[in-house]
């Protein structure tokens, strides 16, 4: 009996072994799940359901191919690719599910999350996240020509890696009050999330009460994953390769 969770593997064409190794994963250790968890950023952009992108096909059979086995995948969106949207989770046999989002893990509350709403202090993020948020302005992009949405897509990349530079790791990390507000807010003493990959588990006290926080890796260097069954929760990271 078990669980599973990932997030921030940031699958790009440029790192083929990212994605050889979430295959291996999703073949060899996913299908004695209970069930899956992508809790966001499983790719490094996303401009539309309907890019050609190779990538998303061979991804989305290797998700499909677990779901055939019936292991249910659930899907947060991430701050990158958050226009992901039904027609390829259809595809990839996931559900969506809102961020933050409560669920019952073997009988304790548990709240899911991306985590970016969490880091209140990044300003320009936070306004980023504004914007891009707006209905209207999502309809307008998806409608734009392919080629034009990677135009705009590559540019706005750029611009937030020179950003970024220029931001300090308090900045870029979550807001202690912010965390515990949200946990209050649903009822929790759990919460998992990804996006700051700094993965740990956090143990600390709300309301006089203890409460945790586990924070999943990204897939760079090494694969993360959160096994949790009825006897508690195990934060691993894995090789790759073999
Ligand atoms: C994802 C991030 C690029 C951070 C653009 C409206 C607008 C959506 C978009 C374009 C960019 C996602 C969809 C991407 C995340 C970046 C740069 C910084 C901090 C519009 C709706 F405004 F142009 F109309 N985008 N892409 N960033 O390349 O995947 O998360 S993206
Ligand atoms: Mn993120």
């Known amino acids: 009996m078990s669980t599973l969770f990932i997030s921030d593997l ?5 790192r083929p072994d990212m ?12 299908p004695k799940a209970d069930a899956l968890y992508v809790l ?8 539309g359901d309907d890019d050609p992108n190779p990538l998303h096909r061979q991804v989305a059979e290797a998700f499909l ?14 701050n990158r690719d958050f226009l992901l949207g039904k027609a390829f989770a259809k595809r990839a046999g996931m559900t969506l599910l809102g961020d933050p989002c409560v669920i019952d893990l073997y009988g304790e509350r ?21 914007i891009t948020q707006q209905k209207w302005l999502r309809w307008l992009f998806l409608r734009l020509p392919l080629t034009r949405r990677q135009a705009i897509a590559c540019k706005m990349r750029g611009q937030s890696q020179m950003e970024n530079a220029g931001k300090s790791q308090t900045i870029m990390d979550v807001t202690p009050a912010a965390v515990d507000a949200l946990l209050r807010q649903h009822g929790c003493r759990l919460m998992i999330h990804g996006h700051t990959h700094r993965p740990a588990v956090h143990d600390f006290m709300l309301d006089g009460k203890p409460a945790r926080r586990i924070v999943l ?4 260097e090494q ?8 006897q508690g929760q195990r934060l691993e990271s894995r090789p790759l390769s073999e």
């Open 10 to 14: 940031h699958l790009c064409a440029q």
């Open 19 to 30: 994605t050889a190794a979430l295959v291996r994963f999703l073949e060899r250790d996913a």
């Open 40 to 47: 966001g950023d499983l790719f490094e952009f996303w401009i």
């Open 65 to 78: 191919a677990l779901s055939r086995q019936d292991v249910p995948i659930y899907f947060i969106h991430g």
């Open 110 to 130: 548990v709240l899911l999350s991306h985590g970016d709403l969490l880091c209140t202090l990044d300003l320009g993020y936070q306004k980023f996240r504004r």
């Open 217 to 220: 890796g990204d897939w760079f």
């Open 223 to 230: 694969g993360s994953v959160l096994s949790c069954s009825p």
